[in-house]
């Protein structure tokens, strides 16, 4: 079993910083492509930002120039540093990991439980 844990969520006032943990934990050989994914109230949840095991990443057009995606393959972990943030950033943030779990596995797709950000105006 493989769990994904978020955190670094939080309120922040308009043109603050924060910046988001996902690790992941578990029966993992290796992690391809790892994301961030938000879903404000009503909305379908959207792609933010992804970053493959090797190759550039991915940004949503409203965040690009703000946000920044990293990973640590040692520690199984992506971050997503957000500066610059808008109220229209407020929204729960999942992470998401493509995980292949042994030799002969095919990938799967985790999700965290998603964190909460909140930008005040």
């Known amino acids: 079993q493989v769990q994904l844990v978020e955190s670094g969520g939080g309120l922040v006032q308009a043109g603050g910083s924060l910046r988001l943990s996902c690790a992941a934990s578990?029966?993992?050989?290796?992690?391809?492509?790892m994301g961030w994914y938000r879903q404000a109230p009503g909305k379908q949840r959207e792609l933010v930002a992804e970053i493959p095991s090797g190759g550039s990443t991915k940004y949503a057009d409203a965040v690009k120039g703000r946000f920044t995606i990293s990973r640590d393959n040692a520690k199984n972990t992506v971050y997503l540093q957000m500066n610059g943030l808008k109220p229209e950033d407020t929204a729960v943030y999942y992470c998401?990991?493509?995980?292949?779990?042994?030799?002969?596995?095919?990938?799967?797709?985790?999700w965290g439980q998603g964190t909460q950000v909140t930008v005040s105006s």
């Open positions: 998401k990991a493509k995980v292949v779990l042994s030799t002969w596995s095919s990938q799967y797709t985790y």
């Open positions: 578990g029966s993992i050989f290796s992690i391809n492509a």
